[in-house]
């Protein structure tokens, strides 16, 4: 049995998908808080199982009988190192035989502050003893075309990257990636540097936007404590805006290039094109 945890989330819910385009349903275990959430995914024959990164116990037993388990990085930056280590002795007890991690783009060298929780979690991997697989993943498209239409009606695109290069590659494609590793043989003690084809500074990202919409947009470098506050200012808590301005500095140091292709390698197709991703945010 192949489990995710996390299942209901926006990554989850594109692996289980993914997933069962392939696998038996109940071959699959959705982990979800809120089983209520996924009632569909259990009337197609999936296993949905509650289970909460704090509660120990109760992961445990949701982890009873699985053979493989995607960990995907909880959502409370500031909290994973714990939350993690509670699925990681669950799955130590449960007998799991294989734990894929959705950890962060060279986490062990990164200059992004985000990376710290995901080193720390690559190392409670090793010291478990539990055969894993490290999916390292770079910045997904969406964290920037969630905010597409706000750029096209202002006519600017703020950050504080500088030409610092993002190799981004849409959730999809991640999504992708984690199936092709839970559904292949022979993944324990593989780490794979996962990022888009095509890597683009803010500045032409902006351009493609331009050319997408058909509206002028352009750049604007930011210092970091400026676009913090800005992105606070649009409504984010502030440790959230800290951190996306945070790691807009550390992409401008090289921390979110890539050009391996490890991705579309693994997936067996490109990645998604950026002006995709971006036509799809500004029709929604």
């Given at each position: 049995m192949i489990a995710i945890t996390g299942a209901s989330g926006q990554l989850g819910r594109l692996v289980v998908e993914g997933l069962l385009a392939s696998q038996p349903a109940s071959s699959i275990v959705a982990l979800v808080r809120d089983p209520a959430k996924v009632a569909a995914w259990?009337?197609?024959g999936v296993q949905v199982r509650q289970a909460d990164y704090t509660q120990p116990a109760a992961l445990a037993q949701a982890l009873k009988g699985v053979d493989k388990l995607l960990l995907i990085s909880s959502s409370e930056v500031g909290q994973r190192v714990p939350q993690h280590r509670n699925v990681i002795d669950a799955a130590r007890q449960a007998g799991v035989k294989l734990v894929a991690y959705t950890s962060i783009l060279r986490a062990d060298s990164?200059?992004?502050g985000l990376a710290r929780e995901h080193r720390e979690t690559e190392a409670l991997l090793r010291a478990s003893g539990l055969p894993h697989v490290l999916l390292r993943n770079g910045w997904y498209t969406e964290n920037y075309t969630a905010s597409v239409q706000a750029a096209v009606q202002h006519g600017a695109v703020l950050g504080s990257a500088g030409a610092g290069r993002f190799s981004l590659a849409s959730r999809a494609d991640y999504a992708a990636a984690a199936v092709a590793v839970l559904t292949q043989e022979g993944q324990a003690g593989?780490?794979?540097?996962?990022a888009g084809d095509q890597a683009l500074t803010l500045a032409d990202y902006a351009a493609e936007i331009a050319r997408v919409s058909g509206k002028p947009v352009v750049?604007?470098?930011l210092p970091e404590a400026e676009y913090a506050?800005?992105?606070e200012q649009i409504g984010l808590p502030a440790p959230v805006a800290a951190m996306l301005a945070e790691s807009d500095v550390g992409a401008s140091k090289g921390g979110l290039f890539e050009d391996g292709r490890a991705l579309s390698r693994l997936i067996g197709r490109p990645t998604t094109p950026v002006a995709n991703?971006?036509?799809?945010?500004l029709q929604a």
């Open positions: 259990a009337a197609r990164s200059p992004l593989k780490v794979y540097e996962l750049y604007k470098d506050k800005v992105l991703s971006l036509k799809a945010a």
